[in-house]
């Protein structure tokens, strides 16, 4: 897809405003900025794609075009929020009607949050539902709807964890 897609139609979008929340300060910060949101994107990474087993090891969320923040819970390095503040901060976000989730792959992340006990109400929208609803033979991971819709090529999560016999698992980066 990469060949088919020149530089010149690909958008960069900036990450200046994307950040790290390395601590309740962090937290608090955040939740300033999300205080009047309506609508959020809400990505969990995991220990497994098994919804059984998996295990959160950080919680993206996304507010606006090149505004989000990761939270990082389950690294086996680097600083992770604690529980306590993370709980305060995350079940009432989640559980606000008022506040529509958006996410891709959604039925994945909400069935991993519920198994470990967290309410989400206000789901309203899943983007790899509404690609397959709306072109069924077409791929559907986050990378190709990002370049197809707008012209962005994300960060691969290969290019974060590595490949074959020297990928790790997304616990292992920070």
């Avoid at 962090?26 to 205080?35: E, H, R």
């Avoid at 909400?110 to 690609?131: C, H, K, P, Q, W």
């Avoid at 999560?157 to 698992?169: A, D, F, I, L, S």
Wanted: glycine fraction near 6%; charged fraction near 25%; include cysteine.
């Amino acid at each position: 897809l990469d060949e088919l897609v020149t530089a010149k139609e690909t958008q960069t979008i900036p990450y200046d405003d994307y950040m790290l929340v390395d601590g309740e300060d962090g937290l608090t910060k955040l939740s300033n900025k999300l205080k009047d949101r309506s609508i959020l994107s809400i990505d969990l990474e995991t220990t497994s794609l098994d919804t059984m087993i998996a295990e959160i090891v950080g919680i993206s969320i996304a507010w606006a075009p090149g505004k989000s923040a990761y939270i990082p819970v389950g690294h086996l390095y680097g600083m992770c929020i604690k529980r306590d503040p993370l709980e305060k901060f995350i079940r009432p976000l989640l559980a606000n009607p008022e506040i529509k989730k958006v996410g891709q792959n959604l039925n994945y992340d909400l069935m991993i949050l519920r198994r470990l006990g967290y309410e989400v109400r206000g789901v309203y929208f899943d983007t790899m539902i509404a690609s397959y609803l709306t072109s069924a033979e077409a791929e559907h991971n986050l990378d190709a709807l990002s370049m197809k819709h707008l012209g962005h090529r994300t960060i691969r999560y290969e290019e974060v964890v590595g490949k074959g016999k020297n990928q790790k698992n997304f616990s292992e980066i920070m």
